[in-house]
């Protein structure tokens, strides 16, 4: 078979066919961020797909927002049965409540099994109200789903603690099920391509704000985070080559600088920032280690880190029995390139 | 018998031991370093009441007795001997000698300030020839219409370098001497006649003021007699078992916070491929020091509660003093041995320990004196009264 | 002007270990401290106090054992506390029905004009409490501020967008949350201390108890969430050796990279 009559057979195009009764269903409420359907978005309706083959229900995508129509097909390539779009200049960033009644009238007509949100700050506000507004339960930042089939519930689990471990829970009799998903968790679904629709809109009410914005808050310092509470540190020592670099590298992570005593030494970081029983034992999320050897005193004061990623270029060195991630390799030579990716 | 703290100590010390991790933590090393006093600290300390934590709500404190005072000392010596020290002298001495036996108008005039760090107290006994021989002191008070000219000076004294009030004992009558000739006087730092003569460059305790204090013709009205006239020297024994109860509190801090860090460097630091922990000589040595301190601190609050409920503890008080002292150097003399080198380096926080708990087994009251105090209690219960 | 804070305790992480193969939790040493965001919530409340005038009341986010985390609300500066006393099933996390209590207590004790709470807790990661009491008010909420003022039948509040930070500002009554670091909590007076957990002096009657099933009934009380177990992560596997260009190690390093920062 040549691929121009794949093409001819393909090119009927796929036309989803949405359930012609409300009730039931998976329903993915979009992430809209700046004009863009946001990456969680089509991953809940990757994670909604397999609920609902498992429930025998239908996907729905919920675009909310100024000109969001054109981000429907999308939805529907990533395995949407069919998408309402609420579109109206009175929705906005900040405007919440304006979209929670929009849902709360949507929901109410279509009574669904489960309400999917991206774990984002909209995505929280808004399945909280809807969840209290409609009597649901909810269970914030899933990162895994599995189905409970004698009762038609969602067991999600979340992180606890930040990911020390995680809680499973479900919500065997309230309705609607209300689950935020965190961002990264589930697998990017394939979009199909030849998947179309025909988003239905849907009407809107509009409502006054009740949260205004009155503008940047001028002179506003957030209380500095001292390094031994640091979720994220970039830490230098005497091979890390360019220290510009790696003070990219923590600007561009969003991470506090730091550096053991051979960057001390080399007079590239203060007396604050040693990373060593000695100076500052730290307990971060993510510690990246730059071109440090690794001795004890300094290893000791990073035990607690959750993942430790270590660039030097000795294969002996000590930081490798203890980080995860381990690149044997001149700093100088890495972090251009990863500074290129990031 | 009931070995439980109350809620309200539970609470006390959730709150001191907050406290003193985001407070008084951060600046052990440069008090220690640059000899400073922690001033700023006694202030934080005075705002929450805890300049007066065993003083009556009336006069400022935290009414939370003499339990109180021991977790507060416990727990800051867990951290910083000299922020204890401090606090130890204007508590324990210092404001202590004004609370045992001040007149109604002197505790609302002194004790109120002191117990909010509006005031620095200090207490004023040693002397050059008078350490020991507390009883042999010169500076000499003497009385003209209604004051009191004191001549002479102290030495050693806690706080005196910045203190607002001093207790100040002094040879009211030479003739009498200890009995019935030494009275107690509240004096404040700024009356004409008072200097601070030298601070002293000590070994431990850097992060302390050690003053020599002069009186020259320094002129003390006669309302700030402390006591009765000629019976000063009872009322300072008093107050110095008060304190001594404290400082066992403080060297039982020292060695908690010893022990703590020799397990976990035993448990972290590797040797012959395994942690030192798994090293028996090392294990004994730990499990010898946890008894000393478990005994410590059952003996600690044990005489605290017999202050606050009205028992005599002379005896046990001494009894605390000389082995909550002795533990404490023991205990860091074991951590700085388990450290190994780490244990000898500036950079650390061990060598700083070791070098401030040495004194614990010097002032307030010498082991020797306390000793001796502790045997002639012994001896007076069976009617001998022996001489030393 | 009237603001409840509702304040919660976690267990402190630092007392347990998770064993990733044998899937358990070991609480070596079983502290409790107070939520973080909540204490945050807490001291809004007392500076807004001290700035405008008000009587914070301080009420718990779950149930408890015992009324600690209320006395020590009442010890930072709240001048009335209620210990709720009940249970909500076997789940400490169940905020649809906390939510019914909280209404409950709150109209009991006269409404309030502003709420105050964290908005995230440190275990559970859940931040839906003060967002579902202010669905229940009716009222706006404000979520994850870093300041907060309030004047006038007003409230104004410090939220972070992106990479900077607006004010916005809403009308009484209103449900703001603290972003956990925002405000450092007070150290309680110790006379005041003491006297709280003494149960004497002028704070002997401001913690009062009620019961939840009383305040709603024990229907009510029937928990929607169930807890289905719990997983662990893969064991840590350190010294995995990455090889090839620095072009291809950088690239495996970035994509472990985003997923750690990001999660």
Redesign the interface.
């Known amino acids: 078979m040549d691929a121009s009559f794949l093409d001819l057979l393909m090119a009927q195009q796929e036309q989803v066919a949405e359930a012609e009764s409300g009730g039931g269903g998976v329903w993915v409420v979009a992430d809209v961020v700046n004009g863009a359907l946001a990456a969680v978005t089509l991953e809940a309706i990757g994670a909604a797909r397999s609920l609902a083959d498992s429930l025998g229900a239908y996907v729905y995508g919920v675009l909310l927002g100024d000109s969001v129509a054109e981000l429907a097909q999308p939805l529907y390539q990533a395995g949407a049965d069919g998408v309402r779009v609420a579109g109206h200049p009175a929705l906005a960033p900040f405007a919440l409540e304006p979209y929670v009644n929009v849902l709360a009238d949507l929901f109410a007509a279509e009574r669904p099994e489960v309400v999917m949100f991206g774990a984002t700050p909209a995505g929280q506000e808004l399945a909280a109200r809807l969840a209290q507004r409609m009597g649901g339960g909810l269970i914030e930042h899933v990162t895994a789903v599995t189905l409970d089939q004698s009762t038609r519930a969602v067991q999600g689990a979340f992180p606890i603690y930040g990911g020390e471990y995680f809680e499973i829970a479900a919500c065997p009799q309230a309705r609607p099920q209300c689950i935020t998903v965190e961002p990264g968790a589930f697998s990017m679904p394939y979009l199909d391509p030849y998947r179309k629709g025909e988003p239905k809109a849907v009407e809107v009410q509009p409502v006054e704000p009740r949260v205004r914005v009155v503008g940047p808050a001028e002179g506003f310092e957030p209380p500095a985070l001292p390094l031994r509470d640091a979720p994220l540190i970039v830490a230098a020592g005497r091979q890390a080559g360019d220290f510009a670099l790696v003070r990219q590298l923590a600007e561009r992570l969003g991470a506090h600088l730091a550096g053991d005593r051979g960057a001390y030494d080399a007079g590239w970081i203060g007396a604050e920032q040693i990373v060593d029983v000695r100076g500052v034992v730290v307990a971060p999320k993510v510690y990246v280690a730059v071109g440090i050897r690794g001795d004890t005193f300094h290893n000791a004061a990073i035990e607690k880190a959750g993942f430790i990623l270590a660039i030097h270029p000795d294969p002996e060195a000590p930081i490798f029995g203890l980080a995860d991630l381990c690149l044997v390799a001149q700093p100088s030579e890495v972090l251009p390139a990863l500074l290129d990716i990031l | 018998m009931d070995f439980t703290f109350s809620p309200e100590h539970n609470a006390l010390r959730r709150m001191i031991r907050e406290f003193v991790e985001n407070e008084v933590a951060p600046l052990a090393a440069d008090l220690d370093k640059k000899h400073l006093v922690p001033r700023e600290t006694m202030r934080k300390l005075g705002q929450l009441g805890l300049l007066g934590v065993c003083f009556p709500q009336k006069y400022g404190g935290a009414g939370a007795g003499e339990t109180g005072y021991c977790i507060l000392m416990e727990e800051l010596g867990r951290v910083c001997t000299s922020t204890a020290t401090n606090v130890g002298a204007h508590i324990g001495i210092g404001a202590m000698a004004i609370y045992l036996d001040g007149t109604e108008e002197q505790k609302r005039k002194y004790l109120t300030p002191l117990s909010r760090g509006e005031k620095i107290a200090a207490f004023g006994l040693t002397e050059s020839n008078a350490g020991s021989d507390a009883a042999n002191i010169r500076t000499r008070a003497v009385r003209e219409g209604d004051s009191w000219i004191l001549d002479g000076g102290k030495v050693y004294i806690t706080n005196g370098g910045y203190a607002d009030i001093v207790t100040v004992l002094a040879l009211s009558d030479p003739a009498l001497g200890v009995r019935g000739g030494v009275t107690a006087f509240i004096v404040e730092t700024t009356w004409d006649g008072f200097k601070v003569a030298r601070e002293e460059d000590k070994m431990g305790i850097r992060g302390t003021s050690t003053a020599e204090l002069v009186f020259e013709e320094l002129r003390v009205p006669h309302e700030n007699v402390l006591g009765k006239v000629g019976e000063g020297f009872v009322s300072f024994m008093k107050t110095l078992d008060m304190g001594r109860l404290t400082l066992g509190a403080a060297g039982l801090g020292g060695a908690e916070a010893a022990l703590d860090a020799a397990v976990y460097w035993a448990k972290t630091r590797k040797q012959f491929g395994v942690e030192l922990a798994h090293k028996q000589s090392v294990q004994w040595m730990i499990a010898n020091l946890a008894t000393h301190i478990e005994a410590l601190r059952s003996l600690v609050y044990r005489v605290a509660w017999m202050v606050d409920t009205g028992q005599p503890f002379t005896q046990l008080a001494a009894m605390v003093k000389m082995y909550g002292s002795e533990v404490g150097s023991m205990a860091i003399d074991l951590a700085m041995q388990i450290h190994g080198g780490l244990g000898y380096s500036r950079d650390f926080p061990i060598e700083r320990a070791f070098r401030d708990a040495r004194i614990a087994e010097i002032f307030e009251g010498t082991n020797e004196i306390q000793r001796i105090v502790i045997a002639s209690n012994i001896f007076r219960e069976l009617g001998v009264r022996v001489r030393p | 002007m009237h603001i409840i804070v509702v304040i919660g305790r976690v267990l402190d992480?630092r007392g347990l270990v998770?064993n990733?193969r044998a899937g358990r939790?070991f609480v070596n040493r079983e502290e409790y401290v107070l939520q973080p965001a909540d204490r945050c919530a807490l001291e809004a409340a007392l500076r807004i106090k001290e700035a405008v005038g008000a009587e914070v009341v301080a009420l718990p986010r779950g149930p408890l054992p015992d009324d600690?985390v209320l006395?020590?609300a009442l010890?930072a500066g709240a001048d009335r506390a209620v210990y709720l006393k009940g249970r909500i099933g076997s789940?400490p996390y169940e905020?649809?029905v906390m939510?019914r209590v909280l209404v409950a207590a709150i109209e009991r004790l006269g409404g309030a004009d502003l709420l105050l709470t964290g908005a995230t807790t440190?275990?559970?990661?859940?931040?839906?409490l003060g967002?579902?009491l202010?669905?229940?008010f009716g009222w706006?909420?404000?979520?994850?501020a870093?300041?907060v003022t309030a004047t006038n039948g007003r409230v104004?509040a410090?939220v972070r967008d992106g990479a900077?930070?607006?004010?916005?500002?809403?009308?009484l009554p209103?449900v703001v949350t603290l972003a956990p670091?925002?405000?450092?909590l007070r150290?309680?007076?110790?006379?005041r201390?003491?006297?709280?957990?003494?149960g004497v002096?002028d704070v002997a009657t401001a913690l009062e108890t009620w019961a939840m099933d009383e305040l709603v009934g024990a229907e009510a009380l029937q928990p929607?969430?169930?807890?289905?177990?719990?997983?662990?992560?893969p064991e840590?596997?350190?010294?995995?050796?990455?090889?090839g260009s620095?072009?291809e190690?950088?690239?495996?390093?970035?994509d472990?990279?985003?997923?750690?920062?990001?999660?």
């Open positions: 992480p998770v990733r939790v600690d006395r020590q010890a789940l905020d649809a939510t440190l275990d559970t990661g859940q931040g839906q967002i579902r202010a669905e229940a706006p909420q404000v979520v994850g870093w300041a104004q410090v900077s930070y607006l004010t916005v500002e809403a009308g209103a670091g925002s405000l450092k150290y309680p007076d110790s006379a201390l003491i006297n709280v957990y003494k002096g929607l969430l169930e807890e289905r177990g719990q997983d662990f992560p840590r596997e350190r010294g995995t050796r990455v090889s620095a072009e190690m950088a690239r495996v390093a970035a472990a990279l985003r997923k750690w920062v990001r999660g």
